[in-house]
């Protein structure tokens, strides 16, 4: 071999050793992006997880079964475990999901979506589990408009509506508390006071009245109220004892069936109290946050509703 032919092999190897490390060091940086965007999904979906945020699946080609919803109770190395707020069916198994969630940051509630795969169905009518393949992206999600149903009148065990003073603050023990101007409990004859309608940031509630003259609270826009909502999770024997705040925000006569006027409000505070504690312990609501109690309740009722429609 020749020196020239010798130069000409020591170039080519050269070339070859630098094609090589430029490579591996591409891979090596394209391994370490991927982790670190893996870990940021992870730390995402664990905000979510401990927020107990509701996940919303649009299942692809199942438009029948559009509408699941459930929380996240495991995250596994390859996969996310749903738990499922009704029936779904094994023949999801293998079809494509978009999945909406929410997160709240510390600069305020963030919505995301991501693309997957339903691998397993299991459990029965009551309960399902389905796990998700784990998402390799996760996208800034445009957010959904909160659910509104109507609450079935044997769901609703008590209701209750104050009167608020704005120059006093937000009582923080049940004792303070007095009697309420309007009431209402399951078995009563006169409904002074019923849920029109409810969403994870307000409510409506329907008052009888011939006129809207007829004001049994100061109903006047940007007025507050005190409520107490009891209410009875679908299926379960459980009640959830529900304290808020709401502004009124609009007001309007409602003639069929009856005459009656209906108080658009929305959640500024609210607090579950537990069984048996005085103490409450208030959280702040907006129109971006909603309440997350009420959230899922909401979206049990409209999922059975839609069951028993559809």
């Known amino acids: 071999m020749t020196g020239t032919e010798l130069l000409i092999v020591v170039g080519l190897l050269l070339v070859a050793l630098c094609v090589t490390l430029v490579v591996v060091k591409g891979r090596v940086q394209s391994i370490r992006h991927e982790a670190k965007r893996a870990g940021m999904i992870r730390s995402m979906l664990e905000t979510a997880q401990g927020q107990n945020e509701i996940f919303d699946l649009n299942v692809e080609e199942r438009h029948s079964h559009k509408g699941l919803a459930g929380t996240l109770t495991k995250i596994l190395p390859a996969t996310l475990e749903l738990e499922i707020l009704s029936y779904a069916s ?8 978009e999945v909406y969630f929410r997160a709240m940051l510390p600069e305020g509630p963030a919505f995301f979506k991501f693309q997957s795969t339903i691998q397993q169905v299991k459990g029965s009518y009551e309960k399902s589990y ?3 393949s784990m998402p390799k992206e996760i996208d800034a999600g445009q957010k ?17 509506v104050w009167e608020m003073d704005p120059a006093k603050p937000i009582p923080r023990n049940t004792c303070e ?21 409810i969403s994870a940031t307000g409510m409506a509630l329907r008052f009888p009245a011939e006129s ?11 007025s507050q109220l005190l409520c107490l909502i009891i209410y009875q999770v679908n299926k379960e024997d459980r009640v959830v004892t529900f304290w808020c705040t709401c502004d009124v925000l609009n007001i309007r006569m409602q003639k069929e069936p009856v005459p009656a006027l209906v ?3 929305e959640f500024s505070n609210w607090a579950v ?15 971006k946050s909603g309440v997350s109690p009420i959230t899922q309740w909401v979206m049990q009722m409209d999922i059975q509703q839609r069951k028993l429609t559809g």
């Open 90 to 97: 094994r023949e999801l198994e293998g079809t494509k999901a």
């Open 212 to 222: 809207v003259e007829d004001k049994p609270v100061d109903l006047d826009k940007g």
């Open 177 to 197: 508390i007095g009697r309420p101007l309007l009431h209402y409990k399951a078995g009563m004859e006169n409904e002074l006071v019923q849920v029109a309608d």
């Open 130 to 132: 389905i796990l998700l």
């Open 144 to 160: 959904r408009h909160f659910i509104r149903v109507k609450p079935p009148k044997d769901l609703v065990r008590v209701i209750g």
């Open 263 to 265: 108080l658009g409000t």
């Open 273 to 287: 109290l537990e069984q048996g504690k005085c103490d409450i312990n208030w959280f702040h609501s907006t129109p």
